[in-house]
């Protein structure tokens, strides 16, 4: 069966610089969210689309922003990255079963960025 | 606001042993429950989830858990560990709201579990 899809699966940038994430969900899946697990840390949520519109948002900082698109692969932008973002981001996929009520979540792999 | 609380970051069992990994949660209104296992640098994988009806649900893998109410607990269990077992394992849940989850999962701290031969 296929799987939530992301890249790159490593990623090594400087201080300041910018760095873009990718997902692509199970087909058919209409939702995605977005994780950070920090080292040794449990994953917290960052943000999440439902049908290409934010449905909800965590704690992420403001130098982040995200979008889903019309075939619903979405993007997590970084920038002015700082020491303190490396960390293993994941995207999950889900499907919405009616408005506000989504099924389970699947995870990818995750994407490990690391800011030197 | 949800959270969930795991007992114990470390668990150590014996091939064969029973394996127990404790999950509690606060919340007013029961939450949906799920167990997630993450082998080293891999994503998480679902093992069980919990939203409505029968209380004991069976996962992958032989593992299995009971969400008891009264007690605020959704504990991760399996008769008898494997070696394959290692990995750390993540108790989550997702708020609900008038029957309708809001599908943002709240995680436990992770317990690693360590199965010794």
């Known amino acids: 069966a296929a799987g939530v899809i992301q890249s790159p699966r490593h990623l090594i940038k400087e201080k300041r610089e910018t760095a873009t994430l990718k997902c692509y969900p199970i087909?058919?899946?209409?939702?995605v969210y977005w994780y950070q697990q920090g080292p040794g840390q449990d994953p917290q949520f960052l943000i999440s689309f439902y049908e290409k519109m934010q449905s909800d948002k965590g704690s992420i900082p403001d130098r982040f922003s995200a979008q889903q698109f019309s075939d619903y692969h979405s993007e997590l932008n970084m920038s002015s990255l700082e020491l303190g973002d490396s960390a293993l981001y994941f995207c999950a996929s889900s499907l919405a079963l009616r408005v506000g009520k989504t099924d389970t979540q699947y995870f990818g792999p995750g994407t490990r960025l690391t800011v030197l | 606001a949800q959270s969930v609380t795991q007992l114990g970051s470390h668990v150590s069992v014996s091939e064969g042993a029973l394996v127990l990994l404790r999950c509690n949660y606060s919340s007013s209104v029961p939450p949906y429950l799920f167990w997630y296992v993450q082998y080293p640098n891999q994503g998480l994988q679902l093992l069980l989830k919990?939203?409505?009806?029968?209380?004991l649900v069976k996962g992958i893998n032989g593992f299995e858990a009971e969400f008891k109410k009264s007690e605020t607990s959704f504990h991760l269990t399996k008769p008898s560990a494997h070696m394959s077992d290692a990995a750390e394992y993540f108790c989550a849940v997702s708020e609900v709201e008038g029957g309708t989850s809001y599908g943002k999962l709240t995680f436990g701290q992770g317990t690693i579990l360590t199965v010794h031969p």
């Open positions: 087909p058919r899946h209409d939702t």
């Open positions: 919990y939203t409505t009806g029968a209380t």
